[in-house]
Protein backbone atom coordinates (compact mmCIF):
# COMPACT_ATOMS: atom_id res chain seq x y z
CA UNK A 1 0.00 0.00 0.00
CA UNK A 2 1.28 3.68 -0.73
CA UNK A 3 2.35 5.36 2.07
CA UNK A 4 4.47 8.46 2.73
CA UNK A 5 7.13 8.08 5.50
CA UNK A 6 7.36 10.19 8.13
CA UNK A 7 10.44 11.12 10.35
CA UNK A 8 12.29 13.66 12.56
CA UNK A 9 10.03 13.64 15.87
CA UNK A 10 11.61 13.36 19.14
CA UNK A 11 11.18 15.23 22.56
CA UNK A 12 12.28 18.52 23.56
CA UNK A 13 11.66 21.44 25.63
CA UNK A 14 9.45 24.21 25.56
CA UNK A 15 11.12 26.50 23.23
CA UNK A 16 13.14 24.18 21.29
CA UNK A 17 12.78 23.42 17.73
CA UNK A 18 12.30 20.02 15.84
CA UNK A 19 12.64 19.40 11.75
CA UNK A 20 10.01 16.68 10.61
CA UNK A 21 10.24 14.71 7.07
CA UNK A 22 8.13 13.33 4.83
CA UNK A 23 9.17 10.94 2.10
CA UNK A 24 6.91 9.78 -0.75
CA UNK A 25 9.53 8.56 -2.70
CA UNK A 26 8.00 4.77 -2.23
CA UNK A 27 4.61 5.75 -4.83
CA UNK A 28 4.45 6.52 -8.25
CA UNK A 29 1.92 8.84 -7.99
CA UNK A 30 2.89 12.47 -7.71
CA UNK A 31 1.20 14.17 -4.66
CA UNK A 32 -1.01 17.61 -5.68
CA UNK A 33 -1.19 18.55 -1.76
CA UNK A 34 0.84 17.57 0.99
CA UNK A 35 0.27 17.82 4.77
CA UNK A 36 0.68 17.67 8.33
CA UNK A 37 -1.87 16.31 10.50
CA UNK A 38 -1.46 15.88 14.57
CA UNK A 39 -3.35 13.78 17.06
CA UNK A 40 -2.43 14.60 20.46
CA UNK A 41 -3.52 11.62 23.12
CA UNK A 42 -7.34 11.38 23.79
CA UNK A 43 -8.22 13.97 21.23
CA UNK A 44 -8.98 14.09 17.40
CA UNK A 45 -6.67 14.66 14.42
CA UNK A 46 -6.46 18.70 13.19
CA UNK A 47 -4.99 19.74 10.48
CA UNK A 48 -1.64 21.67 11.26
CA UNK A 49 -0.20 22.50 7.32
CA UNK A 50 -0.53 21.64 4.03
CA UNK A 51 1.52 22.34 1.24
CA UNK A 52 0.74 22.89 -2.48
CA UNK A 53 3.00 20.72 -4.68
CA UNK A 54 2.66 22.39 -8.18
CA UNK A 55 2.88 26.27 -6.53
CA UNK A 56 4.03 26.03 -3.17
CA UNK A 57 0.82 27.72 -1.75
CA UNK A 58 0.64 27.05 1.76
CA UNK A 59 -2.29 26.97 4.84
CA UNK A 60 -1.74 26.71 8.41
CA UNK A 61 -3.63 26.17 11.88
CA UNK A 62 -4.06 29.12 13.86
CA UNK A 63 -2.53 27.62 16.70
CA UNK A 64 1.28 27.29 14.88
CA UNK A 65 1.42 29.87 12.65
CA UNK A 66 4.68 31.96 13.05
CA UNK A 67 5.95 28.98 14.86
CA UNK A 68 5.62 26.22 11.97
CA UNK A 69 6.64 26.59 8.47
CA UNK A 70 5.96 23.92 5.54
CA UNK A 71 8.23 23.61 2.77
CA UNK A 72 8.73 21.32 -0.22
CA UNK A 73 12.05 18.98 -0.65
CA UNK A 74 14.09 19.12 -3.91
CA UNK A 75 12.92 15.31 -4.56
CA UNK A 76 9.43 14.12 -5.87
CA UNK A 77 6.60 14.14 -2.84
CA UNK A 78 8.43 15.59 -0.08
CA UNK A 79 7.73 17.89 2.43
CA UNK A 80 9.16 19.34 5.55
CA UNK A 81 7.62 21.24 8.77
CA UNK A 82 10.33 23.17 10.83
CA UNK A 83 8.43 23.79 13.68
CA UNK A 84 9.97 26.27 16.25
CA UNK A 85 9.14 27.80 19.59
CA UNK A 86 7.10 24.52 20.39
CA UNK A 87 5.01 24.06 23.79
CA UNK A 88 4.14 20.98 25.40
CA UNK A 89 0.20 21.95 23.75
CA UNK A 90 2.37 20.80 20.50
CA UNK A 91 2.65 17.03 22.04
CA UNK A 92 1.60 14.88 19.53
CA UNK A 93 1.87 12.23 17.17
CA UNK A 94 2.06 13.75 13.67
CA UNK A 95 1.16 12.48 10.51
CA UNK A 96 1.88 12.84 6.95
CA UNK A 97 -1.17 13.03 4.84
CA UNK A 98 -1.29 13.53 0.83
CA UNK A 99 -4.12 13.88 -2.11
CA UNK A 100 -4.28 14.12 -5.16
CA UNK A 101 -6.44 16.73 -5.23
CA UNK A 102 -5.79 20.59 -5.10
CA UNK A 103 -5.24 21.52 -1.02
CA UNK A 104 -8.32 24.04 -1.04
CA UNK A 105 -10.51 21.32 -2.97
CA UNK A 106 -14.23 21.52 -1.60
CA UNK A 107 -13.14 24.34 0.64
CA UNK A 108 -11.47 22.75 3.83
CA UNK A 109 -7.66 21.79 3.88
CA UNK A 110 -7.82 20.52 6.86
CA UNK A 111 -10.30 17.59 6.43
CA UNK A 112 -8.61 14.82 6.99
CA UNK A 113 -11.12 13.28 4.43
CA UNK A 114 -9.55 14.97 1.23
CA UNK A 115 -5.99 12.82 1.91
CA UNK A 116 -5.94 9.04 1.16
CA UNK A 117 -2.20 8.45 1.52
CA UNK A 118 -0.94 8.52 5.48
CA UNK A 119 2.27 7.45 7.14
CA UNK A 120 2.95 5.75 9.93
CA UNK A 121 3.19 8.68 12.38
CA UNK A 122 5.97 10.19 14.49
CA UNK A 123 5.91 11.30 18.08
CA UNK A 124 6.67 14.67 18.93
CA UNK A 125 6.97 15.02 23.04
CA UNK A 126 7.58 18.90 24.15
CA UNK A 127 8.06 19.04 28.20
CA UNK A 128 7.88 22.34 29.89
Known amino acids: QAQPVESGGGSVQAGGSLRLSCDGSGYTRTDECMGWFRQPPGKEREGVAV????????SYADSVKGRFFISRGNAKNTVYLQMDSLQPEDSAMYYCATSSLWCWHGGRWDSPEKYDYWGQGTQVTVSS
Open 51 to 58: ISSPDGTT
